[in-house]
């Protein structure tokens, strides 16, 4: 209730109390000052309590003990209301969601590709490709692999390349150079430490180039790209055979 003054007051009751005098209404705030915190605070906001409890300081023991009444200005009451509402009508914190991670710090690893390695194994799946791409009645190149010492006259025969349209002959070395290179040194171990130079011939003329009636064209091995997918079948020797060789001019 508002005085003329433009106070707000409250009246705290305590079980058992009488009913107070209507004047008591109008008692200024001050008079709640000094009261005990237990009894001017009882009931009320805790925001409104708090202001209180700081304002208290005169005693308040001439007044009666059926009751104590906190008063507060116009302005606060509002103040208070206000804050009340916000608070009451605040929507909660969002949650935070966790985001994936897809780079930098933190970011999953990427899949390792598997290492390329020379052995039996690899050997039987490259033979695999080369016979999936030479049984193709189309758009399927088949070239004659020799190697040799760069300083020297002779040239090794050491298998056949498959590919694709897409994929040049040159390109193709690269692509299976974990097996050329280690298979070719297999074959002949005076191939091991020594600057390596490749030469291709059209597929299935080894007599014909022996004879000088194919040739024979050094080249250097170009970048692979990763659909590049030949397919190697490789030369193997009998018990006792030296290999099959050329001599270049």
């Known amino acids: 209730q508002a005085?003329?003054?433009?106070?707000?007051s409250r009246v705290i009751w305590l079980q058992g109390d009488p009913a107070p005098s209507d004047h008591a209404f109008d008692l200024?705030?001050?008079r709640c000052r000094g009261s005990p915190a237990k009894l001017c605070?009882?009931?009320?906001h805790p925001t409104a309590a708090l202001?209180?409890?700081q304002s208290a300081a005169v005693p308040l023991e001439h007044y009666t003990s059926f009751y104590a009444i906190a008063a507060v200005p116009n302005k606060m009451y509002r103040a208070l209301l206000a804050l009340t509402t916000v608070t009451a009508l605040q929507h909660p914190l969002p949650t935070r969601r966790q985001t994936k991670l897809s780079a930098g710090f933190g970011a999953p690893k990427p899949k390792q590709q598997p290492k390329k390695e020379y052995?039996?194994?690899a050997l039987e799946k490259s033979h695999e490709r080369f016979d999936e791409l030479k049984a193709r009645e189309r758009g399927t190149f088949v070239v004659d692999v020799y190697v040799g010492v760069r300083d020297a006259s002779k040239l090794w025969f050491v298998g056949k390349?498959?590919?694709?349209?897409?994929?040049?002959?040159?390109?193709?070395?690269?692509a299976l150079s974990h097996l050329l290179e280690p298979h070719a040194k297999?074959?002949?171990?005076v191939l091991e430490n020594r600057d390596l130079v490749w030469g291709l011939a059209r597929g299935n003329s080894e007599v014909e180039v022996a004879k000088g009636e194919v040739p024979l064209e050094l080249v250097e091995p170009a970048r692979a790209k990763p659909n590049h997918k030949p397919g190697f079948a490789p030369e193997w020797y009998e018990p006792g055979e030296e290999g099959f060789y050329v001599r270049r001019d």
């Open 3 to 8: 005085d003329e003054s433009g106070h707000y």
């Open 28 to 30: 200024p705030f001050e």
């Open 41 to 44: 605070t009882e009931g009320i």
């Open 51 to 53: 202001f209180i409890k």
């Open 119 to 121: 052995s039996k194994k």
């Open 161 to 174: 390349i498959g590919h694709d349209l897409a994929t040049p002959p040159e390109s193709a070395l690269t």
């Open 186 to 189: 297999f074959l002949q171990p």
